[in-house]
């Protein structure tokens, strides 16, 4: 088992600021990783200061009451405005979100248009669209959320996102440079470790680790820090710009969890590079990744979300630096 190089910090005087937080000491650690998808390199040391993370994604029983206080409507329950997508078809601007549909035979990986929907009214209350609802799934994580919904609602309990660098350090739990949030295997001695899919991506998921969709908070081992749903059930939203990682600007040896990594203006898809929509890094993984499509279930994945996207399979989960 490969653990950080690094001595613990002490863990604070104070208490938790709320319910169910971690103290995550903080240190210098391997972020990314040489062995993956290229937008993981290079791995390069990283410090982050100790901070306190949320044991768990926020539910969409939290969120709920979010709402219930303040009123607040989401981004993907608004109708958009057309000039911020000029040319957009009409139905594209009313209220909707971004579903997962299984195909019901194999179809093109090529194409993700062969899974994903633009589906008018779907939103966190109806995560699937119309005629769905979050009714027994109170304890599962709030999804389809813009990154606005999700600093609104921050705002409103008094935490903030981690940055990538936080996010990723606190998911390896201890473990420097190995390739899972628990050690080398993906399912150690046939254990399932999160909510990912199993099966040939994206027509058959055989279900083994229980769930179809999202799954409710804490339902898989946590990591060495205590901490549940770091890798699958849904991606988590980060604060940091995405960019290449030796595009973002640190000292030469390693870069402080205060300084906010990437630059809006810069921010890009390495897939659609043209496309000029500022886009935040996203962590974790969801129930969605497979070993036969998407491999990203892991610490040192990244990927790109647009900030004016929501879709069924992120989340989020919030910090409060140290106290």
């Not at 206080?69 to 405005?81: D, H, K, L, S, W």
């Not at 909510?195 to 279900?207: H, S, Y």
């Amino acid at each position: 088992m490969k653990t950080s190089t690094t001595a613990p910090k002490p863990f604070p005087s104070s208490r938790p600021p709320s319910k169910d937080m971690v103290w995550i000491a903080g240190g210098t650690f391997l972020m990314g990783s040489n062995h993956h998808y290229p937008e993981e390199a290079p791995a390069h040391k990283v410090a982050v200061d100790g901070f306190w993370m949320d044991k768990y994604l926020v539910t969409n029983a939290q969120f709920q009451k979010f709402v219930k206080a303040t009123g607040y409507v989401t981004f993907a329950e608004r109708p958009a405005n057309p000039d911020d997508y000029p040319g957009a078809k009409p139905e594209l601007l009313q209220p909707s979100s971004t579903v997962f549909f299984k195909p019901n035979r194999p179809v093109s990986k090529d194409n993700h248009y062969n899974w994903w929907t633009y589906v008018p009214g779907a939103n966190w209350r109806h995560p699937e669209g119309a005629g769905s609802s979050i009714k027994g799934r109170e304890t599962h994580p709030v999804v389809h959320l813009a990154y606005e919904d999700v600093e609104a609602y921050a705002k409103w309990v008094g935490k903030v996102l981690p940055t990538e660098a936080e996010w990723e350090f606190a998911a390896r739990g201890g473990l420097e440079g190995s390739a899972f949030a628990w050690g080398e295997e993906l399912n150690p001695k046939g254990k399932q470790m999160a909510n990912t899919w199993q099966g040939e991506f994206p027509f058959e998921n055989l279900c083994t680790d229980g769930y179809d969709r999202t799954s409710p908070i804490g339902a898989f081992p946590p990591n060495g820090y205590g901490l549940y749903d770091m890798i699958g059930n849904v991606w988590e939203w980060t604060t940091d710009w995405y960019q290449e990682h030796q595009q973002i600007k640190k000292s030469p040896c390693c870069t402080s969890s205060n300084a906010r990594g990437g630059e809006r203006e810069n921010s890009y898809d390495p897939q659609m590079p043209n496309i000029k929509i500022p886009r935040k890094a996203i962590k974790g993984g969801s129930f969605l990744c497979a070993p036969s499509y998407c491999q990203r279930y892991r610490p040192a994945a990244r990927m790109a979300q647009p900030i004016d996207t929501s879709t069924c399979h992120l989340g989020f989960r919030l910090i409060v630096r140290g106290r």
